[in-house]
């Protein structure tokens, strides 16, 4: 079971960095245009600048659990790598603990300003008067699909850690360190 909510946690996240990466070519490719447009003295799309800071919102908030599944987050390991093995993993195990705080009091806060949007049907204040629910729905929905990563990626270490499978647990929860231990 543990084994396989990781994969899926896997799958998931490399599909979303998929649908991340296509969504980067395509605001890059829409930016390229609207330049060359301006500069041909062509009338320009527009909303390049608005659209590209929508997309980086959610590059943001989305790309975060991909990082965090492929240990790319930075951490500093000086300390660590002087310690012994079961003080490394509790190191782990707390630094992943207190990621997954951190990302669930964002997430919870997130909500509010979605809220507000809803609520009060807030448009952008920009030619394109876009919905501000749906780039913030993007940006809410990526933060709390990052605390729900976070969140099972903890248990799924905790599990690891109970079922003494210690070369599991650092591949799940160690750090990527260039460092050989």
């Known amino acids: 079971m543990i084994d ?3 994969g899926a946690l896997r799958r998931a996240n490399r599909a979303i960095a998929l649908i991340l990466g296509a969504g980067l070519i395509l ?3 829409f930016i390229l245009t609207d330049v060359i447009l301006r500069k041909l003295g062509s009338a320009s799309l527009g909303g390049s600048d608005e659209i ?13 659990a991909c990082a965090l599944l492929e240990r790319a987050h930075v951490r500093i390991d000086v300390i660590r790598l002087k310690l012994a ?5 509790a190191m782990d195990l707390f630094a992943m603990l207190v990621t997954n705080g951190v990302v669930l009091l964002i997430a919870w806060q997130s909500w509010p300003v979605l809220g ?3 609520e009060r049907g ?3 204040n920009t030619p394109l008067e876009t919905p501000l629910w749906i780039p913030q729905g993007i940006w809410f929905a990526g933060w709390l699909w990052f605390a729900i990563s976070a969140t099972a990626l903890s248990l799924i270490g905790i599990a690891f850690l109970r ?6 647990f650092d591949t799940v929860l160690g750090i990527g360190s260039e460092v050989p231990e």
Do not use: F, H, I
């Open 4 to 6: 396989a909510t990781l």
């Open 27 to 29: 605001t890059v490719l």
């Open 52 to 64: 590209s800071g929508y997309v980086m919102a959610a590059v943001a908030s989305w790309g975060l």
């Open 85 to 89: 093995r079961p003080a490394q993993m």
């Open 116 to 118: 507000k949007t809803l």
């Open 122 to 124: 807030s448009r952008a």
């Open 163 to 168: 079922a003494a499978r210690r070369d599991d």
